[in-house]
T-cell receptor, first 108, second 117 residues
Framework: GIQVEQSPPDLILQEGANSTLRCNFS?????LQWFHQNPWGQLINLFYIPSGTKQNGRLSATTVATERYSLLYISSSQTTDSGVYFC??????????FGPGTSLSVIP | NAGVMQNPRHLVRRRGQEARLRCSPMKGHSHVYWYRQLPEEGLKFMVYLQKENIIDESGMPKERFSAEFPKEGPSILRIQQVVRGDSAAYFCASSSTGQPYSNQPQHFGDGTRLSIL
């Protein structure tokens, strides 16, 4: 089955810093989503981005489907950005495959 | 426009008891997916259901776990004779169309955190 990797596994940022999270996948995908799981465990959908670039406030994402990767950019990070960021892809008709996540801690 | 609703948010059970987790999909969605997140891990697919049908249960443990999505009412994930290893967060997602060829994302609920004493 498809393999999904994320890097880095852990990241510590000073408040105000920028960062880039990466998601690599081993096969063609129909859909790709980025999620933020906050410290309370809630999953928040950030982007649905099977290809191209999208922006939402301080966050933006780019997926290059032909090269099988996606990037999530966080600018001017805030402590509320802390949590785990998951990349999730689906290739077949019935399931979404999640990456292992990047754990982000933003310190004041 | 309510999202995917899961209840309870937290559930505590003793070993050997039964756990029932409920999921009401978004309005107009007839496809439901269950995922399990073990501590410090990502989410893993368990089962995909449409109304009254199990489409794919390849991620479900072979014993003690079952799922249903009746014609009326929420989807239920049932765990019989729970053990400590069942402690996890269980997430439900729904979508408006079934794959393949769907371009609609799955919408996730807030999860049920199951703790086994």
């Amino acid at each position: 089955g498809i393999q999904v990797e994320q890097s880095p596994p852990d990241l510590i940022l000073q408040e105000g810093a920028n960062s880039t999270l990466r998601c690599n996948f081993s096969d063609s995908v129909n859909n790709l989503q980025w999620f933020h799981q906050n410290p309370w465990g809630q999953l928040i959908n950030l982007f649905y981005i099977p290809s191209g670039t999208k922006q939402n406030g301080r966050l933006s994402a780019t997926t290059v489907a032909t090269e099988r990767y996606s990037l999530l950019y966080i600018s001017s990070s805030q402590t509320t950005d802390s949590g785990v960021y998951f990349c999730a892809v689906d290739t077949s008709y019935d399931k979404v495959i999640f990456g292992p996540g990047t754990s982000l801690s933003v310190i004041p | 426009n309510a999202g995917v609703m899961q209840n309870p948010r937290h559930l505590v059970r003793r070993r050997g008891q039964e756990a029932r987790l409920r999921c009401s999909p978004m309005k107009g969605h007839s496809h439901v997916y269950w995922y399990r997140q073990l501590p410090e891990e990502g989410l893993k697919f368990m089962v995909y259901l449409q109304k009254e049908n199990i489409i794919d249960e390849s991620g479900m443990p072979k014993e003690r776990f079952s799922a249903e999505f009746p014609k009326e009412g929420p989807s239920i994930l049932r765990i019989q004779q729970v053990v400590r290893g069942d402690s996890a967060a269980y997430f439900c997602a729904s979508s408006s169309t079934g794959q393949p060829y769907s371009n609609q994302p799955q919408h996730f609920g807030d999860g049920t955190r199951l703790s086994i004493l």
